[in-house]
């Protein structure tokens, strides 16, 4: 488990450089798959009917292509023969790892994820302890994550199933980030200030003895050099090609 100056280094040193550079490239691929990518360059004395014209030609293709793939991305089921009640549903008895899945409204949250994971190339989920608020039991705690938000440091990324460390930006100012970052044993928030000048090491370390680092990357493209390409960057410029036609 890092301690709070190893948290501190590792911030500073990796998580946060590497969470800056890469979510500059991810704002990029936002603007074209939000429908807000860069308008077309006019020349100065474009007349009023060109430049409404250019606004007009800004047509959202590359959030269609990420819509037409996630529609056929749903879970609605879960079985397996190892699994004690042999399947999501068994005599009213509902499989205890889909039970999960259904407590934590993954039915519906799903879809963020994928969609997240088309857009951009990857998504996050992690998987805390928690409480099921019904019985008190406890239950895994699942959320989904954009990358624009959360950043993985990995041994090696093609092949690892889970990070070494992950940091997410839970607030967002010009002067300050407050973030929490995940090991292998507990989660640890810090304060950030002026742009990673300053990191402050808050509270106690929440300790949840996952024995791996409860952070889980849905890829949609992952090659064996840890590559991770969504659907929206490779086509940026055939996009833009449109457009201006």
Known sequence: ??????????????????????????DRIDRWYRWEQEPITLPRKATLELRQLAELSRVPWLSLVVTA??????????RSQLDPAGGHSTGGVVSPPYRTWLANGMDRRQIAVHRAMLAYGYSFVTVLPGEDPMTGEP??????????????????????????????VMESSKQTHLVRVYDDNATHTLRV?????????????????????????????????????GEVEPFIAAASRINKT
């Open 1 to 26: 488990m890092l301690n709070p100056s190893t948290a501190v280094d590792l911030v500073k040193g990796s998580l946060l450089p590497g969470w800056e550079a890469e979510k500059a490239r991810l």
């Open 69 to 78: 793939t996630a529609q056929a991305m749903y879970v609605d089921g879960y």
């Open 139 to 168: 239950q895994s705690v699942m959320r989904g994550v954009s990358p624009r938000k959360m950043f993985a440091l990995w041994d090696d990324p093609a092949e690892d199933d889970w990070p070494l460390y992950a940091m997410r």
């Open 193 to 229: 200030e002026d742009t990673g000048s300053k990191v402050e090491y808050l509270g106690t370390p929440e300790v949840h003895e996952a024995g791996v680092c409860p952070v889980v990357r849905y890829a949609n493209m992952l090659d064996l050099d840890g590559r991770t390409p």
